[in-house]
């Protein structure tokens, strides 16, 4: 054991209400990019931001479609450690996770009590008639065979807002959370990164990422990879 000592196993061991702030570090050992890292989509392109917000989507739904499909869709991707050993702390009924990801992995891995905080892109459903769409058939055509109207991942574009749904279920979690373990986030992208402020205060405070962070709360950094943190956590 070098990452998880004997203190953090048995503070892991005795929560009963743990909440995970998870972000891109989480993804990127399963081969999804980092969008916001060095070799990222936005650094890359910088107008990343306008290609995912609402306003182009509806200027020029083609080429909305066409950049989702080739930048954000890694329909192949398998979930890792990460996401099994938390998942599996849900099944035990002592954890939930918020997640800033929109891949779906933490779906795919079975995790019970999860919030897809900037929703989830293998969740598409049909702008005009609302009707969920399966994400096979949005990858093969943008149109809704149903309706004819736009398919549109159901993922929170830089325009839209969160949905108040995810906001109620995050701030229920955090508020009864006795550890909350922050993973693979610098927890600088906002609303997210307000969510810390809601914690039940007494809740100890670990974060689990390869860049050390800087928070405005009392933490305990575990400046290791996550994917080997979780490796040797047992759960
Ligand atoms: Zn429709």
Known sequence: MINVDAAIQTQFDQAQHIVFLTGAGVSTASGIPDFRSANGLYTQNKNAEYYLSHAFFKADPQEFYDFCKQNLYFPDAQPNVIHDKQSELTNQGRAAVITQNIDNLYEVAGTQELVDFHGNLFHVSCEKCHQSVDWHDYLKNRIHQGCGGPLRPDIVLYDEGIPSEAITRSLAYLQQADLVVIV??????????????????????????????SLPVKFEMIQEDAVQFFSELEV
């Open 184 to 213: 693979g986030t610098s927890m600088r992208v906002y609303p997210f990164a307000g969510l810390l402020n809601y914690r039940n205060p007494q809740a100890t405070v670990i974060a689990v990422n390869q860049e050390a962070l």
